[in-house]
């Protein structure tokens, strides 16, 4: 079997065996550890770990301070955290539409829905290449908006050589799939030392001091034993980036006959990290998208519909009067079309032929 991922942190057992060893592994001095380290690999001035990357984008948006009605656009092609996380802040949630090149939000879509009421722009960084960040931040600041970026799948990612999350409050997960990872766990990053001390207080319960309360707050702390876990992958984050970028080239070449296929490619001014190497399968394909993942895992490679629906395109959503279901055209088209192929930094040369003469095979 190929998998469509592969989880390895064995060299992170010595850090773990340490924490374990220390007696502590509450959230320590490995966490700040991960937090700085982090911080200056992307540089940031903050950055603040918590227990996943749901909660990182719950608190990002629960400092922006949104007020009953005001709303939150983002993106409806994403994983369904980006819909929960907006709710669970109070907010309610308009859906812009996206560019088929690379699957984030269209700046010119979100404009339009840009209303007294907004509050947050939310874009999401998928499948590991930013979104047109020239065009959001024009948004933002025309209209004094606040800027929350779900870079959960884009550690290291690049728009124009700075790196996703410093554009305003950056949200990312560390959970078992995603490039860098500790099992579960989110860093939030930012500039603004003001929003940083908020965020530091709001994941521990309200606290800035043992039993001195500040604010109402949560507890979305990180334990050291998974902070252990993702240090050593901050060092080889671009290495691990670099290696799938070698793998998305040579997927792309080996791919790039069959005309049935849309390839994803890498957006001019931007660095792409290839958490997924996502594919979209034109109306003339042969076969239609769950028959292709369904033979494709008869033939030992995993591949998978992220994401097979929009986010707002379930019942428990529809039924909520903070969901706007906006007019999303190109979003639904790629919804309904788009598979991710295996892309991974442990794949191997044949595992590559393997998977473009599979799909070759089957769509070519």
Not at 241 to 260: C, E, F, M, V, Y
Not at 278 to 307: H, N, P, Q
Not at 328 to 344: G, I, K, M, Y
Request: hydrophobic letters at 40%.
């Amino acid at each position: 079997m190929i998998p469509i991922t592969v989880v390895d942190v064995r060299e992170s057992e010595p850090l773990v065996l340490e924490v374990l060893r220390s007696g502590s592994i509450a959230q320590g001095p490995m966490v700040a550890r991960l937090e700085h380290e982090f911080a200056e690999a992307i540089g940031v001035k903050h950055c603040v770990a918590v227990n996943n990357g749901t909660t990182a984008l719950v608190a990002a948006l629960e400092v922006c301070d949104i007020e009953a009605g005001q709303e939150v656009i983002t993106s409806p092609f994403t994983f369904v955290a980006t819909l929960n996380a907006a709710l669970e802040a109070g907010a309610t949630v308009r859906f812009a539409d996206i560019n088929d090149d690379d699957f984030c939000m269209d700046p010119n879509s979100a404009l339009s829905l840009v209303s007294d009421r907004t509050k947050v722009l939310m874009p999401v960084h998928l499948y590991g290449q930013s979104a047109d960040m020239n065009g959001m931040n024009k948004i933002v600041e025309q209209n004094g908006l606040m800027l929350v970026e779900d870079a959960a799948q884009a550690h290291g990612a690049t728009y124009e050589g700075q790196s996703v999350g410093t554009f305003g409050i950056g949200c990312f997960s560390l959970y078992a799939t995603k490039n860098m990872t500790s099992g579960e766990g989110g860093l939030i990053t930012t500039n603004d030392d003001t929003l940083a001390d908020r965020l530091r207080i709001l994941r521990n319960q309200g606290m800035r001091e043992r039993y001195k309360y500040e604010m109402i707050g949560h507890n979305y702390r990180l334990t050291d034993i998974h902070a252990a876990i993702a240090v050593p992958q901050v060092a080889k984050m671009h290495e691990i980036a670099q290696a799938r970028q070698k793998n998305a080239q040579t997927l792309s070449h080996g791919l790039s006959a069959i005309d049935s296929l849309v390839l994803p490619r890498q957006i001019a001014g931007r660095s792409h990290v290839w958490h997924q190497y996502t594919i979209v399968l034109r109306d003339s394909a042969r076969i239609d998208r769950d028959t292709f993942i369904a033979k494709m895992s008869e033939r030992g490679i995993g591949c998978g519909a992220y994401y097979p629906k929009l986010a707002f395109d379930y019942e428990c959503f529809r039924e909520d009067k903070r969901v706007i279901v906006d007019d999303v055209p190109v979003a639904a088209r790629v919804a309904r079309s788009c598979v991710s192929l295996p892309v991974h930094q442990h794949l191997t040369a044949d595992n590559l032929a393997t998977i473009i003469e599979s799909v070759a095979d089957l769509l070519g």
